[in-house]
């Protein structure tokens, strides 16, 4: 009776999990990362290949012979102008470099002195003819020369650099150059410093170096030209402008000072 009917109930009210249960610890892990929108573009493999963001390329440094055989041997101008990009460039060193020209060229002064006309006519003097008679007097005379004009050619040489590198930077200037006064002087010394000691080591030959030496009087022109082309992009015809109109206007003042002194009754 009962138990049969328990049965059948049993049958229509089955309370056993058809299916295991879902523990805690089977929950998906999250992601760590924030999740990207649709919109947003993807860096992570974009490379900078700008020429900004790469680093410059340090600027050459020349010696100081590599500097002056470029400029003697008047190379393409775009070397010329990489000279004066030297990190060492400037004035500084300009000065340096006539400094010692000036003390090379004041210690050969004797050599050429010696060899010179005009000390042949003082020699033959009869005044002097007893002083420069003893080979010890000469040598003596030689000596002390030498050291003067080591003290005074390098100041000099300094000085006129100085002021004739600042009249042609002024002048530059105006003629559309678009260098400075430490590019100028640079520029400069660059032939200056070898020339001076070429012409005292020539000057010391007899007749044939004092020739040799007087045409570096053009050659020098030659050279100023190329220094404000490198230094102030100046066309040749500005340059000579440049080296030129300092002399033509000194020319120009001396003849007016002589005629305003000469007329009469203005000079008193």
Known sequence: GYEEEAAKDAVYFDTSPSRAPVT????????????????EEDITGYVDTSMLSKPKPAKKTYAFYDVWMTTLSMMQMGTYENMLDDPEAGAGRAFEWMAYAGI???????????????????????????????????TALAGMLALVMALLTPIF?????????????????????????????????????????????????????????????????????????????????KALIVIFLPSILLMIFGCLLVLIVGLPGLSR
């Open 24 to 39: 805690a610890n089977t929950a998906q892990p999250e992601s760590t990362g924030k999740k990207k929108n649709a919109w």
């Open 104 to 138: 090379i060229s004041g210690l050969l002064f004797p050599l050429s002195f010696l060899s010179s006309p005009q000390f042949a006519e003082l020699r033959n003097m009869p005044e002097l003819m007893g002083l420069f008679g003893n080979p010890g007097t000469t």
């Open 157 to 237: 040489s300094v000085i006129g650099l100085a002021i004739g590198g600042w009249i042609q930077n002024f002048i530059a200037g105006f003629m559309g150059g678009n260098g400075y006064y430490g590019r100028t002087v640079y520029a400069m010394a660059a032939y200056l410093a070898p020339l001076t000691i070429l012409s005292a080591l020539l000057g010391a030959i007899p007749v044939v170096g004092q020739c040799l030496t007087s045409v570096f009087g053009i050659y020098t022109i030659v050279l100023n030209i190329r220094a404000l082309n490198a230094s102030h992009s100046l066309t040749t015809g």
